[in-house]
């Protein structure tokens, strides 16, 4: 079965940028979707379609993608940052896989 | 303001069934694709399914897991989706998500005997 592959942590100081990968085959073809979930909250997307930004999310987040992988980056990271961050794609078939996730950490 | 409001879960045994509901509100409901994704404690995310909107045909796709035994339908009269889970196994058990770009806040369903 298709699988996207995310580092399980990031740790990054406050104001230092953090990226946050996540690989898969077919993110050559298809989408990545980049959401954030903080403790006991539903998930909220960060990014759409690679490196869309929905207007309610701060510009310290944007999305890229290159090849096999796709990128969420967070400039001039701040406490509240803190979360897990999820990517999300689709296999050939339409169907969707997520990333394990990764806990990015704000020291 | 977009809403999405999860109920109908709960305790169920194994083998039984539930049907969760989300009720819709603040977009077009009728033009959208929804999705039910799952979160088992302490674990990530996982789609179950979705379904199109009737305009591109209504289908449903699911995931593996949950093939043959749950169903996602919707009632674009009443802004609500559906999730039918049939046959439920121990490893159903999870915080249930129905979301279109937004998320609702999610209903808990404990399969347990």
């Known amino acids: 079965s298709y699988e996207l592959t995310q580092p399980p942590s990031v740790s990054v100081s406050p104001g230092q940028t953090a990226r946050i990968s996540c690989s898969g085959d077919a993110l050559t073809k298809q989408y990545a979707y980049w959401y954030q979930q903080k403790p006991g909250q539903a998930p909220v997307m960060v990014i759409h379609?690679?490196?869309e930004r929905p207007s309610w999310i701060p510009e310290r987040f944007s999305g890229s993608s290159s090849g096999t992988t796709v990128a969420l980056t967070i400039s001039g990271v701040q406490a509240e940052d803190e979360a897990d961050y999820y990517c999300?794609?689709?296999?050939?078939?339409?169907?969707?896989?997520f990333g394990g996730g990764t806990k990015l950490t704000v020291l | 303001e977009v809403q999405l409001v999860e109920s109908g879960g709960g305790l169920v045994k194994p083998g039984g069934s539930l049907r969760l509901s989300c009720a819709a509100s603040?977009?077009?409901?009728?033009?959208?694709?929804m999705s039910w994704v799952r979160q088992a404690p302490g674990k990530g995310l996982e789609w179950v399914g979705r379904?199109?909107?009737?305009?591109?045909?209504?289908?449903?796709d699911y995931a593996a897991p949950v093939k043959g035994r749950f169903t996602i339908s919707r009632d674009d009269s009443k802004n609500t989706l559906y999730l039918q889970m049939n046959s439920l196994k121990t490893e159903d058990t999870a915080l249930y998500y129905c979301?279109?770009?937004?998320w609702g806040q999610g209903t808990m369903v404990t399969v347990s005997s």
């Open positions: 979301m279109s770009g937004f």
């Open positions: 379904i199109k909107s009737k305009a591109q045909g209504g289908t449903t």
């Open positions: 379609k690679d490196n």
């Open positions: 999300q794609s689709s296999d050939s078939s339409g169907s969707w896989v």
């Open positions: 603040g977009f077009t409901f009728s033009d959208a694709w």
